[in-house]
Every structure is written in structure tokens, then in C-alpha cells.
């Protein structure tokens, strides 16, 4: 399994140990501190780590419950644009500009591509699952312009945030922020 398969617990399982070990393959981590700071009890993250160790994403190092991440995990979600704290791909916000620059239509074209992934496996409402897709519908009609209007992409971006956040989709409505300069 690679990580943009992972449902939505898994990858802010697998994301908060790589920030806690900032992305070092030797770093340890207590998967209940993990669990913790996530709001999810001792044999929860105990069954989210062990469902990530069986996808040789995350490594047992103690019997206490020490893990590190593996250099493929950490490999795998900085080309996803999910490493760091925030999402790697924030390095450019879509800005005031009436036009998209080519520097920023990468960018959102690695958070569409990223989202794209992520949002069968994050569980929305068909509603909700609608909505998005018809946002990134939008963005992507948008850059068959050769001028992409950026109110109009920012404008879907601030509704897939919102989609997103409601739907406690918390990775994708980060990796979105970024994107919105929040």
C-alpha cells in the first residue's frame, strides 16, 4: 500500500509521527504519545500503527511501544507534497495576482493531483463528495485557459477547505490552507 491509499486516520497517523520524527528513519517515537496528541486512545493507535507496520510504513523498536518511520514512508509522502508540518506544496499561495503565475499553477496542480487521491478513501457524504469534485472540475477548466483566473481558482479552493474541515478531513483541508496562504 502506498500512502496516498491510506484512509484518512492512517495518513494523519503516519503524518504525525513523520513530523515528531521530522522525517528521520532513525528517530523514535511512542505511538501512544502519537495517539495522544491525536485524540486517539492507547489501543487505537496501537491498531493504527500496527495496520501501518503491516504496510512496512512504520518500524516496532521497542516493546513499550517505540516506533520509527521507514525511509520508504518518508520517501513516499514528501512526493505526495504532505512532508513537513504543513504540506510541502504551500511553498507557493495563490497570491493576488489576476493570473495564475506558471510557479503557482504548479503548485496547484500538485494539491488537485494530491486531493484527487486522497478523496475517495476520506470518506465524504456523496453530497460532499460532489461538491468537490465539481471544484476540482472548476480548477481544472480553469488552467485549459491559457490565463487561469485566480479568484475563480481561490474561490474553489476556499470551498473545498470548507468541505473538507466539515468533513474532518484534516490532511486534505491543510494541504489546501497552505495552498490559500492560511
Sequence with gaps: M???ELDENGRTFL?????????D???????????????????AASRLAEDLMGWMMLEIRT?????????SAVEEIEASGFGGSKPQVQTRCLGTDPV????VRQAVE???DALKQQV??????????AEVMADLKTVDAQFDSSHPKTAIVRACFQSLKNTLDHAGAQVCAGLVAG????
Design 100 to 103: 495564475i503565475s506558471t510557479d
Design 179 to 182: 495552498l490559500l496562504g492560511e
Design 25 to 43: 528513519p532513525a528517530a523514535m517515537v511512542s505511538m501512544y504519545d502519537v495517539g495522544s496528541e491525536l485524540g486517539i486512545d492507547r489501543t
Design 120 to 129: 475517495g478513501s476520506i470518506g465524504l457524504p456523496f453530497d460532499a463528495l
Design 15 to 23: 503524518l504525525s509521527v513523520y513530523n515528531q520524527t521530522k522525517g
Design 63 to 71: 516493546l513499550s511501544g517505540g516506533i520509527g518511520i521507514t525511509p
Design 2 to 4: 502506498q500512502f496516498g
Design 110 to 112: 500538485r494539491v488537485t
